[in-house]
């Protein structure tokens, strides 16, 4: 069987360090390991329309800018498939077979779909698509016959329930569709970066981000007013650094070579962080070093944006290149799962046979 990654992201605004140890990184390692034979990865527009219906210019204007994200960060079109999900009918039909294999209660009890309506305080007002997000999330990684998705943890609840759906459809329909596997960040920091002012996610809609395509500048302000350890009053008080989101970005970005250039009289992040927990080290300092480590692992990043912004018709074509090839292998797709379904009726002269 063929070694097959579909991940994404909405276009709701521009990407953001929390993304990138995540999910972007990784991609960006996979694809260029040449252990898969295919990489997909999705701009998932519709997906984003489904809490943005009244304003789809903002999903529309974030297309780009996602896509700049993707090019800058290292994900090469050469190598991996980018394309944007409304561009591809065939993912809508599917969502619509693969619903009546999931009941109500089940949908209900989705910790992600939960958190998310709790997030946006949609209470009773839930928009029918947002609340079938996990169908819709189900036929992207099965249209390209996906073996691994690689996501954060929040998003463990919406591929639990896609197998679900597989082993559904495969008992009911026979042996149609192929069961992913997640592939979650092997840094436990990077399952999920918490916000600069402390909360426990970087959200664009709270305003905590450290965004991929901020200014040196930018970077640098939000870091030196980061959230830090409340009781660490004094350079001589003892601090924590679990739970520190200082130390939490530390442990996501930082490699042996940053102390060895940024700051060698500390061996590494253990040595840093058992001085800061016995006391005499200031927040400052802690904080000077991890921006000069984030502009160490931004600064390419910034340098092939602003090199691709330079290119904005290339990066057009890029999408529909991508998106006409993601739609051709999702079309064999939705036949292969039309046939097990036995509503292929003009493919199938037995329906003749009555």
């Known amino acids: 069987m063929k070694k097959i990654i579909l991940t994404g992201d909405r276009p709701t605004g521009r990407l953001h360090v929390g993304h990138y140890v995540g999910s972007l990184r990784r991609r960006v390692e996979l694809q260029d390991s040449g252990e898969y034979d295919k990489i997909f990865i999705m701009i998932a527009d519709a997906q984003a329309l489904t809490d943005n219906a009244d304003h789809p210019e903002k999903v529309r204007q974030n297309i780009m800018e996602v896509a700049l994200d993707y090019l800058s960060a290292g994900l090469d079109p050469?190598?991996?498939?980018?394309?944007?999900?409304?561009?591809?009918?065939?993912?809508?039909?599917?969502?619509?077979?693969?619903?009546?294999?999931?009941?109500?209660?089940?949908?209900?009890?989705?910790?992600?779909?939960?958190?998310?309506?709790?997030?946006r305080n949609f209470e009773a007002s839930i928009p029918v698509g947002f609340f079938t997000y996990p169908i819709s999330q189900a036929a992207d990684i099965t249209a390209f016959k996906a073996t691994t998705?690689?996501?954060?943890?929040?998003?463990?609840?919406?591929?639990?329930?896609?197998?679900?759906?597989?082993?559904?459809?495969n008992s009911v329909y026979g042996e149609a569709l192929v069961m992913p596997n997640i592939l979650l960040p092997d840094n436990k920091a990077c399952l999920r970066l918490p916000g600069i002012d402390g909360k426990a996610k970087m959200s664009k809609s709270?305003?905590?981000?450290?965004?991929?395509?901020?200014?040196?500048?930018?970077?640098?302000?939000?870091?030196?007013?980061?959230?830090?350890d409340p009781n660490h009053l004094r350079v001589e008080?003892?601090?924590?650094?679990?739970?520190?989101?200082?130390?939490?970005?530390?442990?996501?970005?930082?490699?042996?070579?940053?102390?060895?250039?940024?700051?060698?009289?500390?061996?590494?992040l253990d040595e840093l962080k058992a001085h800061y927990?016995?006391?005499?080290?200031?927040?400052?300092?802690?904080?000077k070093f991890l921006n000069k480590v984030l502009q160490a692992e931004l600064a390419p990043i910034r340098a092939r944006r602003k090199e691709w912004e330079q290119r904005l018709p290339e990066v057009y074509e890029i999408l529909k290149k991508g998106s006409m090839?993601?739609?051709?292998?999702?079309?064999?797709?939705?036949?292969?799962?039309?046939?097990?379904?036995?509503?292929n009726y003009f493919d199938d002269e037995a329906i003749l046979r009555m």
């Open 78 to 119: 050469d190598k991996s498939t980018i394309f944007i999900q409304s561009m591809v009918s065939e993912l809508t039909e599917l969502t619509f077979y693969y619903s009546n294999l999931v009941t109500v209660s089940r949908l209900q009890r989705n910790p992600t779909v939960k958190a998310e309506i709790a997030m």
């Open 149 to 169: 998705v690689p996501v954060g943890e929040d998003q463990m609840p919406m591929l639990e329930q896609c197998r679900e759906i597989v082993h559904k459809f």
């Open 206 to 228: 709270l305003g905590n981000c450290i965004y991929l395509s901020d200014t040196e500048q930018d970077v640098k302000k939000k870091v030196m007013s980061m959230f830090t």
């Open 237 to 268: 008080d003892p601090g924590r650094t679990e739970g520190n989101p200082v130390f939490i970005y530390l442990e996501a970005f930082s490699r042996p070579e940053h102390f060895a250039q940024f700051w060698p009289e500390y061996a590494g």
């Open 277 to 287: 927990e016995r006391g005499g080290l200031g927040d400052v300092k802690v904080k």
């Open 325 to 343: 090839e993601a739609q051709a292998i999702a079309a064999e797709t939705l036949k292969d799962v039309k046939a097990a379904m036995k509503i």
